[in-house]
């Protein structure tokens, strides 16, 4: 387990939170006007805004910042890809739970890769209402294989 430290220092099997939060507005509008989506879901209405899809990014900070408080670690790390399942809509006011796990650590093309995959709980009924896997590249520069092995 390398939970504790850096978040390029994850490995399979690690266990992310649980952090529990509640939904706020600010949230919700901050995070759609930063990303151009106008729509009066995310922005214009008064009550029942809906989180936006790509809001469990923000989860994935959460749980980083919980589980690494050291930060990133010595690379800056590139979101690869995700894919998102949106279960239910997430309403503002919501008190939540997310949690993750670390799936799968791997070497692509001389480069560290990481998957995680987490969910999203509504905490008062306990029903999924996001599940969401995301790759992420740990390091942009290829590792120097030689170089390692001789130094070890």
């Given at each position: 387990?390398?939970?504790?430290?850096?978040?390029?220092?994850?490995?399979?099997?690690?266990?992310?939170?649980?952090?529990?939060y509640?939904?706020?507005?600010?949230?919700?509008?901050?995070?759609?006007?930063?990303?151009?989506?106008?729509?009066?879901?995310?922005?214009?209405?008064?009550?029942?805004?809906?989180?936006?899809?790509?809001?469990?990014?923000?989860?994935?900070?959460?749980?980083?910042?919980?589980?690494?408080?050291a930060?990133?670690?010595?690379?800056?790390?590139?979101?690869?890809e995700?894919?998102c399942?949106m279960?239910?809509?997430?309403?503002?006011?919501?008190?939540?739970?997310?949690?993750?796990?670390?799936?799968?650590?791997?070497?692509?093309?001389?480069?560290?890769?990481?998957?995680?995959?987490?969910?999203?709980?509504?905490?008062?009924?306990?029903?999924?209402?996001v599940?969401?896997?995301?790759?992420?590249?740990?390091?942009?520069?290829?590792?120097?294989?030689?170089?390692?092995?001789?130094?070890?």
């Amino acid at each position: 387990m390398a939970v504790g430290r850096y978040v390029s220092d994850l490995d399979t099997g690690d266990v992310l939170g649980p952090v529990e939060y509640v939904l706020s507005p600010f949230v919700i509008r901050e995070y759609a006007h930063a990303n151009e989506m106008h729509h009066p879901f995310f922005q214009g209405l008064r009550e029942g805004l809906v989180m936006p899809p790509t809001l469990i990014h923000l989860d994935k900070l959460r749980l980083y910042n919980h589980a690494c408080p050291a930060g990133t670690g010595p690379d800056a790390r590139i979101h690869y890809e995700y894919d998102c399942t949106m279960h239910e809509p997430v309403r503002v006011g919501a008190r939540l739970s997310v949690g993750g796990r670390v799936t799968q650590r791997f070497t692509k093309r001389g480069r560290d890769m990481m998957i995680i995959e987490m969910e999203l709980h509504d905490i008062s009924n306990g029903h999924l209402l996001v599940s969401y896997r995301d790759t992420v590249l740990l390091a942009y520069a290829q590792k120097d294989v030689a170089k390692e092995a001789a130094a070890s």
